[in-house]
């Protein structure tokens, strides 16, 4: 008996806050404020909109976070090209071995010889890429 009344002393949920904010206010806004509005709560990075109104209210300082997407798909697509390139070197290492084991030295310098044009064609195409990205950070230096 004991146990079943120690059970229903027990109150459950969750614990009260030290100090709960009671107060609510209600503001309206016309469609032109409310897209600035929204445009400061993603600059803002908060996740909250109601810590975002507060911190506005009271002068907090609000850090706006913004996104270069020319940046972010430029550094994806070099990205995914120095995956493509790393695994060319792999496979570029294969065939060599693969070669001098199957072919005859002759054969095997003949095939080299055309590999080593396509190595010559991507080396001019990679100083081709360092180039470009040199240009683009320049150019994104220079916006900012």
Same mark, same amino acid.
């Given at each position: 008996?004991?146990?079943?009344n120690d059970h =229903?002393n027990?109150?459950?949920g969750?614990n009260?806050?030290?100090n709960?904010a009671i107060f609510?206010y &209600?503001i ?7 897209a600035?509005?929204?445009a @400061?709560?993603?600059? &803002?990075g908060m ?9 506005c @209210?009271?002068?907090?300082?609000i850090?706006?976070? =913004?996104?270069?997407?020319s940046?972010?798909?430029?550094? @994806?697509r @070099?990205?995914?090209f120095?995956a493509?390139?790393? &695994?060319?070197?792999?496979?570029y290492?294969?065939?060599v071995k693969i070669?001098?084991?199957?072919f &005859?030295?002759k054969k095997a310098?003949?095939?080299?010889? =055309?590999l080593?044009?396509?190595t010559?064609?991507?080396a001019?195409l990679?100083?081709e890429?360092i ?14």
């Open positions: 008996m004991e146990e079943n =229903k027990k109150k459950g969750r009260p806050k030290k709960p609510r &209600s309206s806004l016309n469609s032109d404020e409310n600035r509005f929204l @400061l709560f993603q600059q &803002s996740k909250v909109m109601a810590h975002f109104i507060t911190a @209210l009271f002068q907090k300082t850090k706006t976070i =913004k996104i270069d997407s940046a972010m798909d430029y550094h @994806l @070099l990205t995914n120095y493509q390139f790393r &695994s060319v070197g792999v496979n290492n294969q065939v070669m001098y084991r199957n &005859s030295e310098s003949a095939y080299l010889f =055309k080593e044009k396509q010559i064609e991507m001019k990679i100083q890429i180039r470009l990205t040199q240009e683009f950070e320049e150019k994104h230096l220079n916006k900012e």
